[in-house]
């Protein structure tokens, strides 16, 4: 089980081989492409030149932090906002989990305190941590009692419903659609 996406080669594999990238891509989920997000960690170890580190990341003098995430193509539509974010979940990370982004789901108990933890980060809401269980779960086989009812129904076997539920074009094409349907469905009971 890994994570395929419809992005660079590269990309892919820093997700499927560094748990901090996974994470990273995850946070900058939000406001633009799913695509966009978990490409950004692979674009930002290139910026950096070496691969990602929560330490360095959490210690990084904001502004220049900020300005990595600016450059063009910048990291994400929201540049000065995510760099923080970024940075808010690295010391999270180097407080909680000694640096480690795998430390968020070793030996957790269950699906709740799973849920709990990544509900704990900065930025993750209910749906966001239930979404990142999922991609957990699904594609990377962190699968501790009761995962999927704390992913809620992003957990079901045959959603297409989020990202952790990409595995080909067809899939990408099936989440898109729900999340429009989500959205007009939405606007039509705000409207």
């Not at 994570?3 to 997700?15: F, G, Q, V, W």
């Not at 989920?29 to 691969?51: I, N, T, W």
């Not at 990408?172 to 009971?189: F, I, N, W």
Request: aromatic residues 6%; negative net charge.
């Amino acid at each position: 089980m890994t994570l395929s996406l419809p992005i660079e080669p590269e990309a892919n594999d820093l997700l499927n081989r560094d748990p901090l990238a996974l994470l990273l891509g995850m946070v900058l989920d939000q406001q633009v492409p799913m695509e966009k997000a978990f490409s950004s960690p692979y674009v930002l170890a290139q910026r950096l030149g070496h691969d990602l580190d929560a330490r360095e990341l959490a210690d990084h003098d904001p502004e220049a932090l900020v300005a990595l995430f600016a450059r063009p193509p910048a990291l994400h539509r929201f540049p000065k906002a995510m760099a923080a974010r970024v940075q808010e979940v690295c010391r999270v990370l180097v407080e909680r989990y000694d640096g480690d982004a795998a430390g968020l789901w070793s030996g957790v108990a269950d699906g709740r305190e799973l849920l709990r933890r990544v509900a704990d980060l900065p930025g993750f809401g209910r749906q966001k941590a239930q979404i990142f269980v999922a991609l957990l779960g699904k594609r990377f086989g962190v699968t501790p009692e009761g995962w999927r009812e704390a992913a809620g129904g992003y957990g079901d076997v045959d959603a297409h419903r989020s990202v952790a539920d990409v595995v080909d074009a067809d899939s990408l094409r099936r989440v898109r659609e729900y999340k429009q349907q989500m959205k007009a469905a939405a606007k039509a009971g705000g409207g």
